[in-house]
C-alpha cells in the first residue's frame, strides 16, 4: 500500500503540473453579451440543474455552456491575443415547424498583416490576430454596422426554440454531457460548431459573386481541390468557383494534417460491387438510406432483378409487386418517383428480396433515401441515374452484384483517401462549402447536421486538424 | 455586457487541486461543469436604423398541428413568416457592412468587415416523418430558403 502511494503521487503531481501548464497556455475568449436585461443569457427564469450543468437560471445555464465551449476551444488553439465574440438570444426567424437555431461567423476578415503563411489569402479576424501575435482591430466594440467590427465573431442563437409558435415540441439542452432527449437540440455540440465557423472555418465566400467579398481569396479555400477541374479553389476564375461550388463528390480538402488523419476517422464505404457481366464489373458508390440495417464489410450478393409492380410505372414499386417469384431472393432494382422510398424498399421487402437499389430520377447525384420505417429488414441504397441505366443495359444477360462497406475506400473521401467537402447541387438547396460532406460515416462535428452520435467533448474528429491547415497553432504543436 | 473567462485563476487553483487530490490518491478529473469566473460590464444592444432586403419568396409549407402533416401557410402564416425574417435581419444587421476593404490601424494590414452573407446559420425543421432535422448554410437569404422550402424539399428527397 504504502509502495503504491508513493508511485501515484508523483503521478499526479505531474499530470497537475501539465494541466496547471496547458490551462495557463489556454486562449482567451471573451463573450461580449448583448441581451438585453432579463433576456437570452440573463433570462433568470428558474432551472434545474441538468447533465452537469449546475446553472439555476436559463441565463446561467448557457452562459456555464458557452464557457464550456470556450474552455473546449482555448485549449486546443493557441494565440496570446484575446478573442473576443459577440453572443447574445435575439429573436430569430422561426414557425412551428422550423426555426434558425443560431448563426455565427467571422465579423471581419484580414490579410497583408505579419506573420501569415500567405500574405495574399484572408483569414479570419480571430486567425490574423493569433498569427500577427497583436489585435488588428482593438478597442472596444464599434457598432457602426449593428455587429460590433471590433470583435472577432459573433454567434447568436434563438431562445424561442421549444415554443409553441417556434419548432414546437422541440427545445435546448443545456446539459454538458451530450445526453438530450430525443427531439432536444443539444446547445453544446451546436456551440462547439459554430465556434468553428468563428474561428475559421468558413470559406467567406460570397455566392452570389463566386467571389471573396471583394478580399483576396480566403485560406480555407487554398484547401479546396476540385477533381474535376484540377485545381484549387482559390486560384479558379468567379466562373470556374460557379461550377466547382456544385461539383458534388468532386470537391475535397487537401490539407496535410487533415488528409494524414481522414484513415482514422473514417470508415470504409458503402459500395455497391458489380461481380458480372465483366463488362460492367467493378466498384460504383452508392448513398445509403435513412432506415433499413446498415451495411457490412461482408455484405450481401444477388442477382439483380427490376422491379413489376403491375401499374403503368411498374418499375417504381409503389404497389404490391407482381413478379414476386423473380425478385424473391434477389436485389430488387427500383426506380425513383411517386412513393416513399420506404413503400418502394418494403414493396421490395415483401416480395422476399434480400436488399434493395434505388435509381436516381435526375441526372445529379445520388437518391437522397429520407424516411422512416422500422419494420423494414433488408438494406438499400441509391445510385446515380447512370448507375441505374448500366445496369439495365445489362439484366438481359444477368447482373451479379454485392452490396457491402468496401474497405479498400473510405466513407465521405475520394479514392486518393481526401475528405468530400459538402458541395451538394442545386447549390440552392441549402449547400455550403464550410462543412465536410454528409457521407462521412463515422459523422464529424463539422457536417451541415448535427448528429445526435456527436460527442465533441471527447473528440475532435477532423476539426482540430483542418484549424492547423488554415494555420491555427493548436495543442501539441510548436 | 461582457463576461470574461479567466483562465489566469485556473493554474493556481488546479495546482492546489492537484497536489490534494494526489495526496488523497484520487485521479484528479476534468472539472468540466464548474461555472467559469466571470465578470460583466455594461454593453448596450444594437439598436436597428435601417431596413435590410429580405421579402419571402418561393415554395412555403407549413406543419399542421394535430396531424402533422404538411399544409400550405395561411396567408397570416406568410405575413408573420415575412416579418419575422424582417425582424432578424434588422436586429441582427441593422447597417449592412459595405464591404469595402479598409486599412487596418497597424497601417499595413487590410480587412472586410463580413455581413449576413457570410453567416452560418444553423437551421432546424421538423420533417414530414416528425424527426428534426438541423442543417447548416451559409448566409441569410440560403438559411430562410431552406426554411421556406425544407418541407418540401424533403418531401421530394422522400420519394
Not at chain 2, 95 to 103: A, L, T
Request: proline share 7%; glycine share 10%.
Amino acid at each position: 500500500m504504502r509502495k503504491s502511494f508513493s508511485l501515484f503521487f508523483p503521478v499526479v503531481l505531474v499530470a497537475s503540473i501539465l494541466l496547471t501548464a496547458d490551462l495557463a497556455n489556454a486562449t482567451r475568449i471573451i463573450f461580449n453579451y448583448v441581451d438585453p436585461p432579463g433576456v437570452g443569457f440573463n433570462d433568470a427564469t428558474a432551472a434545474t440543474p441538468v447533465g452537469g450543468n449546475r446553472g439555476r437560471t436559463i441565463g446561467e445555464q448557457r452562459k456555464n455552456v458557452f464557457q464550456f465551449a470556450a474552455r473546449m476551444w482555448g485549449r486546443q488553439i493557441k494565440s496570446n491575443v484575446d478573442i473576443t465574440v459577440t453572443t447574445g438570444w435575439p429573436t430569430l426567424f422561426c414557425n412551428a415547424g422550423s426555426a434558425v437555431l443560431g448563426s455565427s461567423g467571422a465579423i471581419s476578415i484580414w490579410w497583408g498583416f505579419p506573420n501569415a503563411a500567405r500574405v495574399d489569402r484572408n483569414y479570419n479576424a480571430a486567425l490574423a490576430n493569433a498569427l500577427a501575435r497583436y489585435d488588428l482591430s482593438p478597442g472596444p466594440p464599434d457598432t457602426t454596422y449593428g455587429v460590433p467590427g471590433n470583435d472577432e465573431y459573433l454567434v447568436y442563437l434563438n431562445p424561442n426554440i421549444g415554443q409553441p409558435t417556434c419548432l414546437a415540441g422541440s427545445g435546448w439542452y443545456y446539459g454538458l454531457d451530450h445526453n438530450e432527449p430525443a427531439g432536444k437540440i443539444d446547445l453544446l455540440a451546436t456551440c462547439m460548431h459554430e465556434f468553428a465557423h468563428g474561428l475559421g472555418w468558413q470559406a467567406q465566400f460570397r455566392t452570389s459573386l463566386n467571389d471573396f467579398y471583394g478580399a483576396p481569396p480566403s485560406i480555407y479555400s487554398v484547401y479546396m481541390w476540385d477533381n474535376t477541374l484540377g485545381m484549387t479553389f482559390d486560384n479558379m476564375t468567379p466562373a470556374q468557383r460557379g461550377v466547382s461550388k456544385v461539383n458534388t463528390d468532386k470537391l475535397v480538402w487537401i490539407g496535410s494534417n487533415v488528409t494524414s488523419q481522414v484513415p482514422a476517422n473514417l470508415g470504409p464505404r458503402p459500395m455497391l460491387t458489380v461481380n458480372s457481366p465483366a463488362g460492367i464489373a467493378g466498384a460504383y458508390d452508392v448513398q445509403t438510406a435513412s432506415f433499413g440495417p446498415a451495411l457490412t464489410i461482408a455484405g450481401l450478393t444477388g442477382n439483380v432483378v427490376l422491379v413489376n409492380d403491375g401499374t403503368g410505372t411498374p418499375t417504381y414499386a409503389c404497389s404490391p409487386l407482381v413478379n414476386g417469384p423473380q425478385v424473391a431472393g434477389n436485389i430488387a432494382l427500383i426506380d425513383r418517383g411517386t412513393c416513399t422510398f420506404t413503400t418502394k424498399v418494403k414493396n421490395a421487402q415483401n416480395a422476399g428480396a434480400i436488399g434493395a437499389i434505388v435509381v436516381n430520377n435526375v441526372a445529379s447525384g445520388f437518391p437522397g433515401m429520407g424516411g422512416t420505417d422500422p419494420t423494414i429488414t433488408i438494406p438499400s441504397v441509391g445510385v446515380t441515374l447512370a448507375t441505374g441505366n448500366l445496369i439495365k443495359a445489362n439484366l438481359a444477360t444477368g447482373v451479379n452484384a454485392t452490396m457491402a462497406l468496401n474497405p479498400a475506400f473510405l466513407a465521405g473521401a475520394d479514392n486518393s483517401g481526401r475528405v468530400l467537402l459538402y458541395a451538394p447541387n442545386p447549390y440552392a438547396s441549402g449547400s455550403s462549402l464550410s462543412h465536410y460532406d454528409t457521407k462521412c460515416t463515422p459523422n464529424l462535428l463539422m457536417e451541415p447536421s448535427i448528429n445526435a452520435d456527436l460527442h465533441p467533448r471527447t473528440t475532435w474528429d477532423l476539426t482540430i486538424v483542418l484549424m492547423r491547415d488554415i494555420g491555427w497553432k493548436t495543442r501539441g504543436t510548436k | 455586457m461582457e463576461t470574461v473567462f479567466r483562465t489566469s485563476r485556473w493554474p493556481i487553483l488546479c495546482l492546489v487541486i492537484g497536489i490534494a487530490l494526489g495526496l488523497c490518491g484520487v485521479v484528479l478529473a476534468d472539472d468540466n461543469e464548474k461555472g467559469a469566473p466571470q465578470e460583466q460590464t455594461g454593453q448596450p444592444a444594437a439598436v436597428p436604423s435601417e431596413s435590410q432586403p429580405g421579402s419571402l419568396n418561393g415554395a412555403v409549407a407549413a406543419i399542421d398541428d394535430e396531424t402533422g402533416e404538411l399544409r400550405a401557410p395561411t396567408a397570416e402564416e406568410m405575413k408573420q413568416l415575412d416579418e419575422q425574417w424582417e425582424k432578424f435581419l434588422r436586429s441582427a444587421f441593422p447597417n449592412r457592412p459595405s464591404q469595402k476593404p479598409f486599412i487596418g490601424r497597424d497601417g499595413r494590414s487590410m480587412g472586410v468587415l463580413c455581413g449576413p452573407e457570410s453567416l452560418e446559420f444553423s437551421v432546424a425543421t421538423i420533417g414530414p416523418d416528425g424527426k428534426l432535422r438541423i442543417d447548416h448554410v451559409t448566409g441569410a437569404e440560403q438559411a430562410k430558403e431552406i426554411m421556406t422550402n425544407t418541407v418540401t424539399s424533403k418531401q421530394d428527397d422522400e420519394r
